[in-house]
């Protein structure tokens, strides 16, 4: 087998070659037996290092005969398959991701630890975030024996600042809007505080006028979204198509358009630091300043437990109350509770029980 390190003699001092970098090294010693030991020591690690790695190899091969082989490509086409919808979007996104380019090609078994760090100090957030997740899939898959890096030598994943819309942007905004399907989009972004491609792809079927309610599934983890509106959301929706997309335009509309829209709207009234997706973040603020129950939040917004999602499905009988009474309680000093009618106490309890 072929040496590793090389013995050369200067000034009377040995030092070694590696033969495969050129990188030289002082033995600091100036006997020519001990040199001869330390060397031989070097090369010995060297070919045992490879050996053991073939050896590694075979077993592998025993347990799954693609597993040398296999590369972060065939990981991340594996979790693209699982995907649909916006998420899969993304996914395809992160295989485009500068940072990550020379991660494709490299075969998972013999992916070092350096290599990580190095993507994750050249990437952005983003980078972080789904390089953990390709990480813990392969682990997740047995593609890997054990982690390249240990969970506290992951970098923290530390987002930029978000803020919910204020209402004095809102009104800024609503006022210089002179396009009236983006203002009412705008407006219902406001009261269902929706994502933005949730509320763009409402139908005027999603609309419940009998029990004022407006339910949908979200895109993005298709769970059910619930909420009963009040008089400002019905005069908003009255105002929309009585059939069909609620917004014709928008909803044809890729996400990036609709967002740069209103980043020219913002800009242009020095408006700093909000996107569509601060609708959301607002709506979660308005709804704990008055004191807005966590179940109906969570139900209004598409997230929380599977019993409750369950509970108020589409045709469940279940009344939520609007934000908007709430708020209009709070702002007259009702407190931070509104009796509802005695049959939704009851159903209330049925979802509760069911919990």
């Known amino acids: 087998m072929k040496q590793s390190f090389r013995l050369y003699r200067r ?3 040995y030092y070694c070659q590696d033969n495969a970098t050129g990188k030289q090294e002082s033995l600091h010693t100036d006997d020519k037996v001990d040199a001869g030991r330390i060397l031989h020591a070097k090369n010995e690690a060297g070919q045992m290092g490879t050996l053991n790695l073939q050896i590694a190899r075979a ?5 799954d005969p693609l597993m040398p082989e296999r590369t972060w490509r065939d990981v991340i086409r594996s979790i693209i398959e699982e995907k ?10 992160t295989e485009k991701d500068k940072a990550l380019a020379a991660l494709w090609n490299l075969p998972v078994v013999q992916t070092r630890a350096d290599q990580l760090v190095m993507m994750l100090k050249h990437g952005t957030v983003s980078t972080n975030v789904f390089l953990r997740r390709l990480h813990n899939h392969a682990l997740a898959m047995n593609w890997l024996a054990w982690g390249i890096l240990a969970r506290k030598q992951w970098p923290k994943v530390v987002y930029g600042e978000k803020r919910g819309i204020t209402l004095e942007e809102h009104q800024q ?9 983006r203002r009412d989009y705008y407006e219902l972004l406001w009261f269902l505080g929706g ?3 949730d509320v763009a792809s409402l139908h005027a079927e999603d609309v419940n006028w009998k029990d004022r309610t407006v339910f949908y599934r979200r895109k993005k983890n298709g769970r059910d979204a ?15 198509p009585k059939s069909g997309p609620l917004f014709p335009y928008l909803i044809t509309i890729r996400e990036k358009y609709r967002a740069t829209e209103f980043k020219q709207r913002c800009r242009g009234l020095g408006i700093e630091g ?14 704990a300043t008055c004191g807005y129950p966590e179940r109906h939040a969570q139900s209004g917004l598409g997230h929380g437990s599977k019993a409750v999602a369950r509970a108020y499905a589409k045709k469940a009988k279940v009344k939520i109350p609007a934000l908007e009474d709430y708020e209009v309680a709070y702002q007259n000093g009702g407190g931070k509770v509104i009796l509802l009618p005695q049959e939704v106490d009851v159903e209330t309890q049925q979802v509760r029980a069911a919990e």
Do not use: C
């Not at 905004?173 to 399907?181: F, G, H, Q, T, V």
């Open 11 to 13: 000034n009377g001092v």
């Open 59 to 63: 077993y592998m091969v025993a347990s």
């Open 84 to 93: 649909t919808g916006p998420t899969r979007t993304r996914w395809e996104n």
């Open 173 to 181: 905004i609503i006022a210089r809007e002179k396009n009236p399907e």
């Open 195 to 197: 994502s933005q491609t």
């Open 226 to 240: 619930l909420q009963r509106f009040g008089d400002k959301t019905a005069a908003v929706l009255a105002r929309r």
């Open 274 to 287: 909000v996107t569509l997706h601060s609708y959301r973040y607002g709506w979660a603020e308005r709804a």
